[in-house]
């Protein structure tokens, strides 16, 4: 088993700044993928990036690629979300989730094998 917690989340102003963790636990092969994933009220999850296991390769959303960076730290097994200039329409739950396997990028959520429980960000205007 694999657990994912994250951190980080809650309450800005518009303009302002977030980084969310994601610290996973258990049965942590190497050579993963980490994602971010996001789910708005009313609306389905969605992809915001992914890392590969070096760190060498990331991937975002289009829309989010100027203003978010992933990063992770295979020592302390976290991975991370610089969140900037954040907007009232990046409100949502974030979740991390990990995957194994070959291919690159991974941007469906079907395609990762666990998941944390999310943390809340709220932007307001």
């Known amino acids: 088993q694999v657990q994912l917690v994250e951190s980080g989340g809650g309450l800005v102003q518009a303009g302002g700044s977030l980084r969310l963790s994601c610290a996973a636990s258990g049965r942590i092969f190497s050579t993963n993928t980490m994602g971010w994933f996001r789910q708005a009220p009313g609306k389905e999850r969605e992809f915001v990036a992914a890392?590969?296991?070096?760190?060498?390769?990331?991937d975002y959303a289009d829309s989010l690629k100027d203003r978010f960076i992933i990063s992770r730290d295979n020592v302390k097994n976290t991975v991370y979300l610089q969140m900037n200039n954040l907007k009232p329409e990046d409100t949502a739950v974030y979740f991390c989730?990990?995957?194994w396997g070959p291919g690159w990028p991974r941007r469906l959520s079907r395609e990762y094998d666990y998941w944390g429980q999310g943390t809340q960000v709220t932007v307001s205007s």
């Open positions: 989730a990990v995957r």
């Open positions: 890392i590969s296991w070096s760190g060498g390769s990331t």
